[in-house]
Protein backbone atom coordinates (compact mmCIF):
# COMPACT_ATOMS: atom_id res chain seq x y z
CA UNK A 1 0.00 0.00 0.00
CA UNK A 2 2.14 3.18 -0.97
CA UNK A 3 1.65 6.88 -0.39
CA UNK A 4 2.01 9.33 -3.06
CA UNK A 5 1.95 12.56 -3.22
CA UNK A 6 2.91 15.80 -5.23
CA UNK A 7 4.62 18.78 -3.74
CA UNK A 8 4.78 22.23 -5.46
CA UNK A 9 7.04 25.23 -4.65
CA UNK A 10 4.06 27.90 -3.52
CA UNK A 11 5.61 30.55 -4.08
CA UNK A 12 6.13 29.88 -7.95
CA UNK A 13 2.58 28.42 -7.74
CA UNK A 14 1.79 32.19 -6.90
CA UNK A 15 3.78 33.80 -10.10
CA UNK A 16 1.91 31.31 -12.05
CA UNK A 17 4.21 28.06 -12.33
CA UNK A 18 3.86 24.83 -11.65
CA UNK A 19 7.08 23.94 -10.13
CA UNK A 20 6.43 20.33 -8.10
CA UNK A 21 7.65 16.23 -7.94
CA UNK A 22 6.29 13.28 -7.19
CA UNK A 23 6.98 11.50 -3.79
CA UNK A 24 6.37 8.18 -3.11
CA UNK A 25 6.42 7.51 0.75
CA UNK A 26 8.26 6.70 2.85
CA UNK A 27 10.97 8.54 1.90
CA UNK A 28 14.87 9.44 3.82
CA UNK A 29 14.80 12.92 4.76
CA UNK A 30 18.02 13.38 2.83
CA UNK A 31 15.90 12.37 -0.09
CA UNK A 32 13.37 14.32 0.54
CA UNK A 33 15.44 17.49 1.17
CA UNK A 34 17.04 17.21 -2.43
CA UNK A 35 13.22 16.88 -3.71
CA UNK A 36 12.58 20.26 -1.89
CA UNK A 37 15.67 21.70 -3.57
CA UNK A 38 15.27 20.06 -6.89
CA UNK A 39 11.43 22.24 -6.92
CA UNK A 40 13.38 24.89 -5.61
CA UNK A 41 12.84 25.38 -2.36
CA UNK A 42 15.24 26.85 -0.10
CA UNK A 43 16.34 29.45 -2.72
CA UNK A 44 14.15 32.38 -2.83
CA UNK A 45 11.35 30.50 -2.05
CA UNK A 46 10.53 29.07 1.35
CA UNK A 47 6.80 27.18 1.31
CA UNK A 48 5.25 23.95 -0.31
CA UNK A 49 2.08 22.59 -0.67
CA UNK A 50 1.10 19.29 -1.61
CA UNK A 51 -1.80 19.60 -4.70
CA UNK A 52 -2.37 15.77 -5.65
CA UNK A 53 -2.25 12.68 -3.65
CA UNK A 54 -2.34 9.03 -4.58
CA UNK A 55 -3.31 5.74 -2.32
CA UNK A 56 -4.95 2.59 -2.93
CA UNK A 57 -5.99 2.80 0.93
CA UNK A 58 -9.62 4.28 1.38
CA UNK A 59 -10.09 7.22 3.38
CA UNK A 60 -6.52 8.27 3.20
CA UNK A 61 -7.14 10.85 0.99
CA UNK A 62 -8.98 12.97 3.24
CA UNK A 63 -6.40 13.27 5.88
CA UNK A 64 -3.67 14.55 3.81
CA UNK A 65 -4.29 18.26 3.11
CA UNK A 66 -2.68 20.94 1.07
CA UNK A 67 -0.69 22.30 4.24
CA UNK A 68 -0.34 18.67 6.17
CA UNK A 69 2.78 18.16 7.53
CA UNK A 70 5.48 16.47 6.05
CA UNK A 71 7.27 14.60 8.88
CA UNK A 72 3.77 13.69 10.03
CA UNK A 73 2.99 12.33 6.84
CA UNK A 74 6.40 10.02 6.18
CA UNK A 75 5.87 8.86 9.92
CA UNK A 76 2.11 7.42 8.96
CA UNK A 77 3.99 5.85 5.63
CA UNK A 78 6.27 4.33 7.26
CA UNK A 79 4.04 2.35 9.70
CA UNK A 80 1.85 1.60 7.05
CA UNK A 81 5.15 0.07 4.99
CA UNK A 82 6.15 -1.68 8.11
CA UNK A 83 2.42 -3.69 7.93
CA UNK A 84 2.52 -7.41 7.48
CA UNK A 85 0.35 -8.38 4.17
CA UNK A 86 -2.69 -9.85 6.59
CA UNK A 87 -2.40 -6.59 8.66
CA UNK A 88 -2.33 -4.21 5.54
CA UNK A 89 -5.45 -5.76 4.96
CA UNK A 90 -6.97 -5.35 8.27
CA UNK A 91 -5.82 -2.01 7.87
CA UNK A 92 -7.63 -1.00 5.14
CA UNK A 93 -10.98 -2.62 5.99
CA UNK A 94 -10.75 -0.69 9.09
CA UNK A 95 -9.84 2.63 7.20
CA UNK A 96 -13.31 1.64 5.07
CA UNK A 97 -15.18 2.00 8.45
CA UNK A 98 -13.98 4.42 10.35
CA UNK A 99 -13.64 9.09 9.13
CA UNK A 100 -10.07 9.72 10.56
CA UNK A 101 -9.90 13.33 10.52
CA UNK A 102 -6.50 13.49 11.10
CA UNK A 103 -3.25 11.40 10.39
CA UNK A 104 -3.16 11.25 14.31
CA UNK A 105 -6.39 9.46 14.17
CA UNK A 106 -5.14 7.20 11.52
CA UNK A 107 -1.89 6.35 13.66
CA UNK A 108 -4.41 4.92 16.45
CA UNK A 109 -5.92 2.88 13.90
CA UNK A 110 -2.70 1.15 13.07
CA UNK A 111 -1.93 1.19 16.65
CA UNK A 112 -5.48 -0.79 17.81
CA UNK A 113 -4.75 -3.32 14.94
CA UNK A 114 -5.02 -6.01 17.01
CA UNK A 115 -8.17 -5.15 18.29
CA UNK A 116 -9.88 -6.51 14.57
CA UNK A 117 -10.18 -9.66 12.94
CA UNK A 118 -10.86 -9.46 9.04
CA UNK A 119 -12.41 -12.76 8.19
CA UNK A 120 -11.49 -12.76 4.25
CA UNK A 121 -14.41 -13.80 1.42
CA UNK A 122 -17.04 -13.82 3.97
CA UNK A 123 -19.35 -10.86 2.85
CA UNK A 124 -22.72 -11.66 3.82
CA UNK A 125 -24.55 -13.30 6.85
CA UNK A 126 -25.09 -16.73 5.45
CA UNK A 127 -21.33 -16.95 4.99
CA UNK A 128 -21.01 -15.35 8.27
CA UNK A 129 -23.07 -18.09 9.73
CA UNK A 130 -21.60 -20.99 7.65
CA UNK A 131 -18.26 -19.77 8.38
CA UNK A 132 -18.92 -19.62 13.03
CA UNK A 133 -20.61 -23.01 12.78
CA UNK A 134 -18.35 -25.24 10.09
CA UNK A 135 -14.88 -23.47 10.08
CA UNK A 136 -14.70 -22.20 13.58
CA UNK A 137 -16.84 -24.95 15.15
CA UNK A 138 -19.16 -22.65 17.47
CA UNK A 139 -22.04 -24.75 17.28
CA UNK A 140 -22.25 -28.51 16.44
CA UNK A 141 -24.83 -29.42 13.92
CA UNK A 142 -25.92 -32.80 13.59
CA UNK A 143 -24.70 -33.94 10.05
CA UNK A 144 -28.65 -35.46 9.06
CA UNK A 145 -29.70 -31.66 10.11
CA UNK A 146 -27.31 -29.18 8.06
CA UNK A 147 -29.37 -29.25 5.60
CA UNK A 148 -31.86 -27.57 7.00
CA UNK A 149 -29.78 -25.09 9.46
CA UNK A 150 -30.38 -21.44 8.79
CA UNK A 151 -26.80 -20.51 8.03
CA UNK A 152 -28.16 -16.87 7.31
CA UNK A 153 -30.25 -16.42 10.41
CA UNK A 154 -27.78 -17.58 12.55
CA UNK A 155 -24.79 -15.49 10.98
CA UNK A 156 -27.06 -11.99 11.51
CA UNK A 157 -27.29 -12.80 14.76
CA UNK A 158 -24.16 -12.55 15.18
CA UNK A 159 -23.42 -9.94 13.38
CA UNK A 160 -26.30 -8.28 15.49
CA UNK A 161 -24.95 -9.33 18.67
CA UNK A 162 -21.32 -8.20 18.01
CA UNK A 163 -19.46 -5.27 16.12
CA UNK A 164 -19.24 -7.05 12.80
CA UNK A 165 -18.68 -4.92 9.94
CA UNK A 166 -18.80 -6.01 6.10
CA UNK A 167 -16.25 -4.65 3.41
CA UNK A 168 -15.10 -5.11 0.49
CA UNK A 169 -12.08 -7.05 2.30
CA UNK A 170 -14.66 -9.33 4.07
CA UNK A 171 -16.03 -9.65 7.59
CA UNK A 172 -14.88 -7.13 9.93
CA UNK A 173 -14.88 -7.76 13.52
CA UNK A 174 -13.96 -5.60 16.26
CA UNK A 175 -12.98 -7.28 19.33
CA UNK A 176 -12.64 -3.97 21.34
Same mark, same amino acid.
Given at each position: ?????????????????????????????????????????? #? %??? #?????????????? %? #???????????????????? #????? !???? @??????? &?????????? &?????????????????????? @???? &???? +???????? !?????????? !??? %???????????? +????? %?
Amino acid at each position: MSIEIFLTNLGKYNEGYLVGKWVNLPVPLDKLDKVLAEIGIG #E %RCE #EYFITDCETSCSGM %R #EVIGEFTSLAALNELAEMVD #ELSAD !REEV @FAAVMET &ESCGSIEEVK &EVIEQLDDFDLLAGVDDDEALG @FAYA &EEYG +CITIPDHL !RNYFDYEAYG !RDI %RLEGNITYTTYG +CLVDN %R
